[in-house]
């Protein structure tokens, strides 16, 4: 059963909503971008031990979100179940931000404690906050179009803060380290968490939840789990989610050292960062226009079938044609932009599937366990980068060996180009249509209607009854 709406979203309320994946990219994109160079460069950890700490500290965190998801989808205020903790998870977050940039004056073993107790810290917060934000997408409208255009809001936001995060973080904490290179870390992500802040509370005061569970449903957290395990949709998903990710996350954070060690250009690492995700905003821009031709399942296939063929002709590119690797990342950028808005989008379907086929809604449950699916593909991907590095005897802040450099290269090109074409075959398998959408949809409406008329049925025999009494 589902409340069904489909409300015609505002553009106030859409770009209000973006404003949450804007704040929440002055975290991941750094974590993206910068967080493992740091760790190596900054921090002065060894790349095997970064490694095996993000392989960890992720796979603790990722297991956080269905647990996160199902509180969520329990909680009941006078502003919602989702739109609360935009406001509830912002000094945690800001706390762990700065935290976990803090370089202490430890041991190695102490540094290295350190960087994990902070980094758990770090994405525990994330999750607090960022997985009611993704379930949010799932009940402010049921329109399928509109959840789209909603979700190229979304990652318009998301790529275009990412992108000046990606340009202006080297330049700040340059700035604010004024030659303090761990000073300025901490004073950088003290200013991104100001303004992450402000952000949040935007989304929060802009929103509005429409959908709503039926009235007296109370689900056991082990069914939310068992309905995940029978919705066929969403474990393709997932496992595309994962391995899209793992493409994603060793491109971007092996272009830091790609640049730094392999092109010796380090001062570019900041432009082709934002090129690359003013790149991933204009592909999201477009998304509306692109399914309007072709269906979500076709329109990915083509995507990362690009992306697969663009990242292996990376490979061959010499280390001083600078246009052409950022030619090439342009492409790549326009290729994956629409992959977020549809994926998301895809996940809302899902949710309504869930509840089609269970009689159960749970749209948090099925955006954190998508979350799961990211964060278990970073994880993977960021300690294949650490254990790739140490192997091929890559050492922080010297020239590097052919053979580290060689690492750095297939890490940027040929290895991730492999993921984005074993997601091609993952995408084939998906099984939900446009067609069969607008039956669940209209199904779910139908049942919706009769359980009112029925609940109006009740009352009204109720008022009788006590009128003769």
Request: charged fraction near 15%; glycine fraction near 8%; hydrophobic fraction near 50%.
């Amino acid at each position: 059963m589902l409340i069904r709406n489909t409300h015609k979203l505002s553009i106030s309320e859409k770009v209000g909503y973006a404003c949450g994946d804007v704040a929440s990219n002055f975290y991941w994109r750094v974590f993206d971008v910068f967080l493992f160079i740091f760790y190596t460069d900054v921090f002065g950890l060894p790349a095997a031990a970064v490694g095996t700490m993000m392989l960890v500290t992720r796979v603790i965190d990722a297991v956080s979100d269905p647990l996160m998801g199902a509180f969520a989808d329990r909680t009941n205020s006078r502003y919602g179940k989702f739109r609360p903790y935009l406001v509830w998870g912002i000094l945690p977050i800001m706390a762990a931000g700065v935290l976990t940039f803090t370089v202490p004056d430890l041991g190695d073993d102490g540094k290295l404690i350190w960087a994990y107790f902070t980094y758990i810290l770090m994405m525990l917060s994330y999750t607090f906050i960022n997985v009611p934000y993704g379930a949010l997408l799932g009940v402010v409208t049921s329109d399928t179009k509109e959840r789209t255009a909603l979700t190229s809001f979304r990652f318009i936001g998301a790529f275009s803060g990412g992108s000046l995060v990606a340009y202006l973080t080297p330049e700040l904490v340059s700035y604010l380290g004024q030659g303090d290179e761990k000073l300025g870390w901490q004073m950088t992500m003290l200013c991104y968490g100001v303004v992450a802040a402000v952000l949040f509370f935007v989304t929060f005061k802009t929103t509005k939840e429409r959908i709503h569970p039926p009235k007296h449903q109370k689900t056991a957290v082990l069914d939310d789990i068992l309905d995940l395990t029978r919705n066929k949709p969403w474990l393709i998903l997932f496992a595309m989610a994962l391995i899209i990710m793992m493409t994603i996350t060793l491109r971007a954070s092996t272009g830091t050292f790609y640049f730094k060690y392999y092109v010796t250009r380090p001062d570019l690492i900041g432009s082709f960062s934002m090129a690359y995700l003013l790149a991933l905003a204009t592909g999201a821009a477009i998304t509306p226009m692109l399914t309007r031709w072709l269906d979500k399942k076709t329109l990915l296939l083509i995507l990362m079938s690009i992306v697969a063929v663009l990242s292996a002709c990376f490979y061959f590119v010499d280390s001083q044609s600078i246009t052409t690797m950022y030619v090439l990342q342009i492409m790549i950028g326009l290729a994956l932009g629409p992959k977020s808005p549809i994926v998301f989008s895809m996940y809302a379907d899902c949710a309504d599937y869930s509840t089609w086929k269970n009689g159960r809604r749970a749209t948090a449950m099925v955006f954190s366990a998508a979350a799961f699916a990211q964060k278990l593909g970073g994880a993977i991907a960021g300690a294949m980068i650490g254990w790739v590095l140490a192997s091929m005897g890559y050492v922080a802040n010297i020239e590097q060996t052919d053979a580290s450099e060689q690492g750095i290269v297939l890490l940027m090109t040929i290895i991730p180009a492999g993921f984005a074409f074993v997601a091609v075959m993952l995408i084939r398998y998906y099984p939900l249509s446009d067609e069969q959408l607008s039956k669940i949809q209209m199904e779910l409406a139908e049942e919706t209607e009769s359980d009112l008329q029925f609940e109006a049925q009740q009352l009204d025999e109720s008022g009788l009854k006590h009128g003769r009494s």
